[in-house]
């Protein structure tokens, strides 16, 4: 079995300074970790994904996340927040097959002027 | 198509009715999810189909809820007897499978509202 937590439902940060969006996870095997954005009445985009291969990823929007497997987590980061960032950011695990995909419950980034 | 193409996109429906959500892949992809997410909360997940093999129906709530997928390719959610607490959006979303961490791709939703 395998599951995620997001630490905090509710991040709020000011224009330009660091954005960090927690998440932990379980999984029996080697995991692959994604997160996703979902912006208001839109679907949801992929913004990064693990998947053994460096443990630093960087994605879309300069959004980054590290793999810590001593730590079984992969928080999400950026450097400066944008208004445009404010979204609902979901962390998921999945198994190796990817066939069995959790979603956490996500957290919502407020972007204040 | 270029996306995960869902319909209808919005959909009110009285109590009790029955209704049906529509799923069409990108082409070639041989997964097929669907989740749900309720308002204020994270996605829940329903169903999946892989190829021909017998689809992960453990995420399904009721025996009110059922999906098909036909041809390995278009899909359907049905839910009987609507309830208020069905209403929801109801996201597909596929995906290539074989290698690990294949990105999954989602659907804009179908928003349900059972009055």
């Known amino acids: 079995a395998q599951s995620v937590t997001q630490l905090d439902s509710h991040v709020s940060v000011s224009e330009g300074t660091p954005v960090l969006l927690r998440c932990n996870y379980s999984s029996s095997y080697s995991p692959s970790l994604f997160w996703y954005v979902q912006h208001p009445n839109k679907g949801l985009q992929l913004l990064l994904k693990?998947?053994?291969?460096?443990?630093l990823v960087k994605g879309i929007n300069g959004f980054e996340a590290e793999f810590k497997k001593s730590e079984t987590s992969f928080h999400l980061t950026k450097p400066s927040a944008h208004m445009s960032d404010a979204a609902e950011y979901f962390c998921v695990v999945s198994s190796r097959n990817n066939n069995d995909m959790r979603f956490g419950a996500g957290t919502r980034l407020t972007v204040k002027p | 198509g270029a996306g995960v193409s869902q319909s209808p996109s919005n959909k009110v429906t009285e109590k009790g009715k029955d209704v049906e959500l529509r799923c069409d892949p990108i082409?070639?992809?041989?997964?097929l999810y669907w989740y749900r997410q309720s308002l204020g909360q994270g996605l829940e997940f329903l169903i999946y189909f892989q190829g021909n093999s017998a689809p992960d129906k453990s995420g399904l709530p009721s025996d009110r809820f059922s999906a098909e997928r036909t041809g390995g390719s278009v899909s359907t959610l049905t839910i009987q007897r609507t309830q208020q607490e069905d209403s929801a959006v109801y996201l597909c979303?596929?995906?290539?499978?074989?290698?690990?961490?294949?990105?999954?791709?989602f659907g804009e939703g179908s928003w349900l509202t059972v009055v």
């Open positions: 693990y998947t053994s291969a460096a443990t």
């Open positions: 082409s070639g992809h041989t997964a």
């Open positions: 979303a596929s995906s290539l499978v074989g290698a690990p961490g294949n990105t999954i791709y």
